[in-house]
């Protein structure tokens, strides 16, 4: 078992209004986890999820990981620790302290696949994994309390949405809420009680609830390549458009010529501005983030981001929004207080 260590220095020890923390290799955008920025970086062809101070972005803590999106259950921070001691592909799914890195509990090592998800009210974590190398995974939960690794009744093979067969299952705490026939979804989103998915020629919704076909639109969808935490965009048939996901219908919709970048209130898209409530258009004003097809955010226009686009990307905590970029990651207070 490898405990998480105190991560390699890298920033000032005081607080400041922004600051940076260069010489990284951030992999995807970061989360908030309590007082503390969770995220995932690559160092030496090896990743690790590494805790970060908000106000200065100095290192908390930091350990080996298999890389992933970063999972908060509860009031704790999950990942899965690669166990290569015991062969390639197996790991330890491991809950932590996001403050201290200490590890609150720890499953079995097995072979995982997919993302944890949190469960039972934020009392578990719910993953799929398999005991050796090329056997069929099967549902799992990880006790936060007791730390029991329970397997999941007879043919649950994880949680979430789930295609078994020609169906799409939605498992929820270990248990089968509903099924209906595949529609040939390629990935699929939940958003505002909506399960969202991508087919090879447009999207359909489903109610979470029941699993009812709400609606179904075409135009092939495409990644709109931007992170942000709040806004519901897509990017279908050569146009990005805001959309109701509980009925598939687009509140506005503009050309897309060219990547999305994200300024206060609105996406940018060459040097137009689109405000994300009503879609009405101007120039854009002052600088806001670009994105690399990694999700990594720089720096357009010149200067620095409003505090709005600071939160549009960011992962904010303790009064500060912190952004991944390329080269590492910069952070702003974003607190109205002075």
């Known amino acids: 078992m490898t405990q998480a260590s105190a991560a390699p220095a890298s920033a000032a020890p005081t607080s400041t209004k922004r600051w940076t923390v260069a010489g990284l290799e951030p992999i995807g955008q970061p989360l908030a986890a309590g007082a503390a920025i969770i995220g995932y970086t690559r160092r030496d062809q090896r990743f690790y999820l590494t805790a970060r101070n908000p106000a200065n972005g100095s290192p908390l803590w930091e350990a080996e990981a ?6 908060r259950a509860g009031e704790w921070i999950v990942y899965r620790e690669p166990e290569e001691a015991l062969g390639p592909g197996y790991a330890s799914l491991v809950v932590a302290d996001p403050l201290t890195g200490r590890q609150i509990q720890r499953s079995p090592s097995m072979i995982f696949s997919g993302t944890p998800r949190r469960c039972f009210h934020d009392r578990a974590v719910c993953v799929t994994a398999a005991p050796e190398p090329g056997e069929e995974g099967h549902g799992y939960r990880l006790d936060l309390i007791s730390g029991a690794f329970i397997p999941s009744g007879a043919g649950i093979p994880g949680e979430g949405l789930i295609r078994i067969g020609t169906e799409v299952v939605l498992i929820r705490d270990g248990a089968v809420l509903w099924r209906r026939p595949d529609p040939g979804v390629l990935r699929w989103t ?4 909506v399960w969202v998915g991508r087919t090879r020629t447009g999207s359909v919704g489903l109610a979470a609830t029941d699993g009812r076909l709400l609606w179904t639109v075409p135009g092939t969808l495409t990644d709109c390549g931007v992170p942000l935490r709040a806004a519901v965009i897509r990017c279908r048939a050569g146009r990005v458009e805001s959309y109701d996901p509980l009925t598939g219908k687009a509140h506005w919709s503009a050309p897309l010529r060219g990547p999305i970048g994200a300024g206060a209130g609105a996406i940018v898209v060459r040097g137009v501005a689109i405000a994300l ?6 120039p854009a004003a002052g600088p806001y983030w670009c994105f690399t097809s990694a999700g990594l955010a720089t720096i357009c226009g010149g200067g620095v981001p409003p505090v ?4 549009a990307v960011g992962a904010e905590s303790a009064g500060y929004a912190v952004v991944a970029t390329p080269a590492g990651y910069f952070g702003m207070s974003v607190d109205a207080t002075p």
């Open 190 to 193: 939940e958003i505002g009680g």
């Open 277 to 282: 409530t009503t879609g009405a258009r101007s």
């Open 308 to 311: 709005a686009a600071w939160r």
């Open 66 to 71: 298999i890389k992933d999106e970063p999972v």
